[in-house]
């Protein structure tokens, strides 16, 4: 399996009415492209909360995420309903989890570190 190398940064974020209160003026995100989609990840590290959301074309097919931890257990999963989905991570221990997401019969995957 590869491995994408993600680049953390200060990224602005723009607010859609159902969000807005969640998130503030910047946050870590993590940004990537997968089956004409732009994904976004964040905050990464998470305390508890961790959201992702999917830009670009309509949702076709379905779009599946895993929660796994280093050992390759599997944690969570589940699929997209909306453009964005929020995770609660706070049961986790503070530690490594990787995340899965797979749009169409691409597969993208993000190191997730919870505090």
């Not at 004409?36 to 959201?51: A, C, D, F, S």
Request: hydrophobic share 35%.
């Amino acid at each position: 399996m590869k491995y994408k190398t993600v680049v953390l940064a200060r990224t602005p974020v723009n607010h859609n009415n159902e969000q807005q209160a969640n998130r503030s003026d910047s946050t870590w995100t993590q940004v990537s492209d997968i089956g004409g989609r732009k994904v976004t990840v964040y905050p990464n590290p998470t305390k508890g909360l961790l959201t992702m959301e999917l830009i670009g074309k309509q949702l076709e097919s379905t779009v599946e995420f895993r929660l796994i931890d280093l050992s390759g257990k599997l944690l969570m999963k589940g699929q997209f309903e909306y453009r964005w989905l929020r995770l609660d991570l706070s049961h986790l221990l503070p530690g490594t989890y990787m995340l899965q997401i797979y749009v169409d019969s691409k597969q993208d995957v993000w190191k997730i570190i919870k505090e």
